[in-house]
């Protein structure tokens, strides 16, 4: 039988400097990311609006949105830098095999309070992501504060305050361990049970846990971040309530979210179970758009139900999980991987998929192009969808508020909108729509410090 591992034998051989492999394969990726960022940055320092949105737009929104971009840009490439520093810093120190010694350590250490069925690689290699895991959040802080506490600031979007901030952390952290390192033991303890035919198992697995995650998030998880406040009855909710009706929408709940406690970024969604469906508002969105575009907005998502975007999404995912697994067999047991990088007496899995990811670079890539490229077009499709139902005046006039808000950018460069966009930008989409511009849009003004 065809089997990838034979297939890709040849690659565990000594010769192969990994540790070079994964460098230059990260390196590699940060110089094509800076040149499209570059590329978008000329964009970005335009000084008009698109033709499609000069007459809604006023030039203060554009000016705006367009240094707000630039700012993010900017800071966007000194993550970059800091990121790239950090592995090529845990490549070059050899810090993968240190935290493994120090995960073997904790082990030991904690052997007399473990349950005794917890024992061996896979629970070191649970405190290895641990450790790494406290590293990994301690390094990201100056990133997380600088992005909200300043720059999200700065143009009058963040409403986190530091104690939200560091409960948010810590709540992440919390959930990480509950859930995150259970699925992870399971995972492992499937790798060493099933050996070559680890595929099928793993699969179950991680459709397993999407689905549950999928029904347990909206009621147990985000509840623990956000209030969910029942909209209040009245024109909105009766609007809302008739248009899914008419639309066969399995929709039991109508709730306000209190987006607007972290951010002034607004926008709606729908979760739940395929029979019992909630739609969830963010306050932000509500406060600023009328009754008509409200409900147009949430004719876009119930088409990207119609549609079944989320079923055809999840396929997606299946099959970019099932291409990442197939290939994972075929360096699983690649000796020459795990000498490379100090691991020459045990291989953990863990690392050798840890290793894997790095070197699987170049198919990521490639599989966010076409992401995006399905996602943009499940958008365009939504939008068709609410101008189907009549709302093609309103929808626009709704996005080109939301987005003049949230100082989106107005333009893009082609290939950094293939790359990084999952959503077409407001020309495109109005464009698509088929809306004319007219006038401009009332009371659309960016949000101010004050
Ligand atoms: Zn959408």
Redesign the pocket.
């Known amino acids: 039988m065809f089997s990838l591992a034979e297939t890709f034998s040849f690659l565990d051989n000594p010769n192969i400097n990994w540790k070079n492999v994964i460098l230059g394969f990260t390196i590699g990726q940060a110089v094509f990311e800076n040149y499209l960022a570059y590329r978008q940055y000329q964009v970005l320092k335009r000084k008009t609006p698109p033709v499609s949105l000069k007459a809604e737009v006023t030039q203060e929104t554009f000016d705006k949105s367009q240094d707000y971009s630039r700012a993010k840009a900017r800071f966007g490439f000194v993550t970059d830098i800091y990121n790239v520093l950090q592995l090529v810093a845990t490549v070059k120190y050899d810090v993968l095999p240190k935290l493994w010694t120090v995960a073997g350590s904790l082990v030991q250490k904690a052997s007399p309070i473990l349950p005794s069925f917890l024992g061996g690689i896979i629970t070191q290699s649970l405190f290895f992501v641990g450790v790494q895991e406290v590293i990994s959040v301690v390094l990201s802080l100056p990133v997380s504060y600088y992005s909200n506490f300043v720059l999200e600031e700065k143009y009058g979007f963040n409403k986190l305050t530091l104690g939200l901030w560091i409960s948010d952390k810590l709540k992440s952290f919390a959930l990480s361990v509950v859930l995150g390192y259970p699925i992870l033991g399971l995972a492992l303890r499937i790798f060493d049970f099933t050996g070559d035919s680890f595929i099928a198992y793993i699969m179950i697995l991680v459709l397993a846990v999407q689905l549950t995650f999928m029904t347990i998030y909206p009621l147990f998880i985000q509840p623990l971040f956000n209030k969910f406040t029942p909209l209040q009855e009245g024109e909105l909710k009766t609007a809302i309530e008739n248009f899914a009706a008419k639309e066969k929408f399995p929709l039991s709940k109508l709730y306000v979210i209190d987006g607007s406690k972290r951010s002034s970024h607004s926008n709606a969604y729908f979760t739940g179970l395929p029979w019992s469906k909630q739609i969830v508002l963010y306050d932000t969105l509500i406060d600023h758009s009328t009754t008509e575009e409200t409900v147009a907005v949430i004719a ?2 119930i088409g ?1 139900w119609k549609l079944s975007h989320l079923a055809k999404m999840l396929v997606f995912a299946q099959a970019q999980i099932f291409t990442s697994f197939s290939l994972f067999s075929a360096f699983i047991r690649n000796r020459s991987l795990y000498n490379s990088f100090g691991f020459t007496t045990v291989q953990p899995t863990y690392i050798g998929f840890l290793l894997f990811g790095h070197i699987s670079t170049p198919i990521n890539l490639g599989i966010q192009f076409l992401f995006n490229l399905l996602s943009r077009k ?2 365009y499709e ?1 939008d068709e969808y609410a101008k189907s139902r009549g709302f093609a005046e309103p929808l626009a006039k709704g996005l080109i508020k939301l987005l003049s808000e949230n100082l989106s950018s107005m333009d893009a460069d082609g290939l950094y909108s293939a790359y990084h966009h999952s ?1 077409p930008i407001l020309p495109e989409r109005l464009n698509a729509i088929g809306y004319i511009s007219k006038e401009k849009i009332a009371d659309i003004k960016p949000f101010k410090n004050d």
């Open positions: 876009h998502e990207h499940h958008e939504a959503h």
